[in-house]
């Protein structure tokens, strides 16, 4: 199938064997081939054990109760908050807030801090690889308050052009949002260089780490990042939860965007005070299970390694761009493997991705196509839409062989081949 | 062949079909099958707005009587425009007011599609569907 020094540095089929939804056939025997982690990705039995954990051993709402299914909650959910802290290395457990996701977390920075601290002429940088979940937001925030939002230029290939960051940042420009990792080009971004060049000039920078955080090394304090946002359902999680990171002083000149229970000081009738954070951006009950078992997630993934997963991550891209440059008229969007993990973006030529994807699905061969909510960059592309093979910790070169095989179907089945 | 089918000629072909993958490649053929619309077409007024991949859709009216519409439409997609071939079949050749009445859900769940016909797929064949509708009530309202 393929050369050793292609093989992962850990025991992947141990690794799917934690997975059950990865054991489960499909009609006619086929088996999944799930290629769209960095959409959502897959759950092992640890973290769906954890969820039911708590529903059937001591499930009560959080913060609340003295009694002592409460009492369990809150030192389970604290003990995934300190898991979270070592994650990204953060230095203190009141700079990691428990939001319902990436996007809610970079709501919450885009509002509550933009809207408190940016006039009018101000400068937000963005660049066209971002998420809309990094894009939007801005955007809007951008029209409340009158700032104005600026694009850092990308090569050729899909990078970040450093080369031409003066031209845009400036000692107008207040933040600086980034993705850690492109969600369609799979472009590593130097968050820390930036981190640097933003804080050269008085900005703040905002990194999406929804794509980065389950696939590489995190260490806010380290890179210097000041509001850093993740989901856990695509670090092996449950949904409904993510984190935002952001520095304590910053969260502390931060606005809440939701206001309830929880996350109060003191109520009087005609004014009310905050609680510090976390609990100022935690209002109303939240995500307690999944929060709980995001713990699990985050002991999972900590147990095989991160550089391990980067290395496993590194070879599949290199296998895959090797397989699928076999396919006549294929073309692979974004840089050289080198600055980028494991997600790969294609278009055929003659095929449209909507009819590749349906014809995957087919062949067991999970993938998903669109513009993966990037209409900016595919705009750049010049093209609608495109397929998406994105890879998690359970993807195998078997993996990779299955989505050569099911291209080739497809093209057959649509008279290109 | 897509260019006469009838909606129960249609029937017919998907009762001897098994399943999903013998579907999806009638769809492919029909898709294939598709009358072409010509590039003059294709322009934004056209475009059926909330898809993935892109659809065209033109309605003419036939001098019949009663008048009828004929309805041509195009997707950059060949699974998309097979699809299309079942949903010109549904509503072509018909006066507006029976368009009005026609239930395509109900259609395409006895053709063992219904899970490409609904309101939360975005591949806009639910769009197309309101499209026809908006034009057959513009069809009738012009007539009347």
Known sequence: MS??????????????????????????????????????????????????????????????????????????????????????????????????????????????????????????????????????????????????????????????????????????????????????????????????????????????????????????????????????????????????????????????????????????????????????????????????????????????????????????????????????????????LEHKGAIVSFTIDGAHPEDLAQLLDRRGVFVRHGHHCTMPLHDLLGVSATVRASFGVYSSLADVDALFDALQFALGRLRLA | MADDLTIDELYEEFEDLGDWDERCDYLIDLGFNLPQLPDEAKIDPNMVHGCQSNVWLVAEMKPTEPPTLEFIANSDAIIVNGLIAVLTALFSHQTPERILMIEPQEVFARLGLERHLSPQRRNGLYSMVDRVRQLAVEAATNSS
């Not at chain 1, 799917?16 to 799930?34: A, C, E």
């Not at chain 1, 080009?185 to 130097?190: A, E, M, Q, R």
């Not at chain 1, 703040?204 to 780490?209: A, E, L, P, Q, R």
């Not at chain 1, 209002?283 to 002991?299: P, S, V």
């Open chain 1, 3 to 336: 050369d050793s020094h292609l093989q992962s540095p850990f025991d992947v089929e141990a690794v799917r064997r934690d997975f059950p939804i990865l054991q489960k056939l499909l009609p006619k025997g086929l088996s999944v081939t799930y290629l769209d982690s960095g959409s959502s990705a897959q759950k092992p039995q640890c973290v769906i054990d954890k969820e039911a954990e708590v529903y059937e051993n001591y499930y009560a709402n959080a913060y609340r109760g003295v009694y002592r299914f409460g009492a369990l909650v809150d030192e389970q959910l604290e003990g995934t908050r300190e898991k979270v802290r070592q994650l990204v290395g953060a230095k203190q457990t009141d700079e990691v807030i428990f939001t319902s996701g990436s996007t809610m977390s970079l709501n919450v920075v885009a509002f509550g801090w933009g809207r408190r601290h940016l006039q009018p002429g101000d400068e937000i940088l963005l660049n066209e690889m971002e998420h809309h979940a990094n894009f939007v937001p801005w955007q809007q925030a951008a029209e409340q308050t009158g700032a104005v939002c600026r694009f850092i230029p990308l090569t050729d290939d899909g990078r970040l052009d450093l080369s031409r960051l003066d031209e845009v940042l400036t000692t107008k420009t207040k933040l600086l949002a980034v993705t850690g990792m492109s969600n369609v080009l799979g472009t590593i971004n130097p968050v820390k260089e930036l981190a640097a060049r933003a804080h050269a000039v008085g900005a703040i920078i905002v990194v999406d780490g929804a794509q980065s955080v389950p696939h590489m090394t995190t260490d806010v304090v380290e890179d210097d990042i000041d509001f850093l946002a993740f989901s856990a359902h695509k670090l092996y999680g449950p949904s409904g939860v993510g984190v935002l990171y952001g520095k304590h002083e910053l969260l502390d000149a931060t606005d809440p965007l939701l206001f309830g229970g929880h996350m109060i000081d003191r109520v009087y009738r005609d004014h009310s005070t905050w609680a510090a954070p976390p609990a100022k951006f935690e209002a109303g009950t939240g995500q307690i299970a999944q929060a709980i078992a995001l713990g699990a997630a985050i002991d999972y993934v900590s147990n095989i390694g991160f550089e391990a997963m980067h290395e496993h991550d590194r070879r599949l891209a290199e296998y895959a761009h090797q397989r699928l440059n076999e396919l006549p008229d294929m073309r692979i969007y974004g840089p050289h």
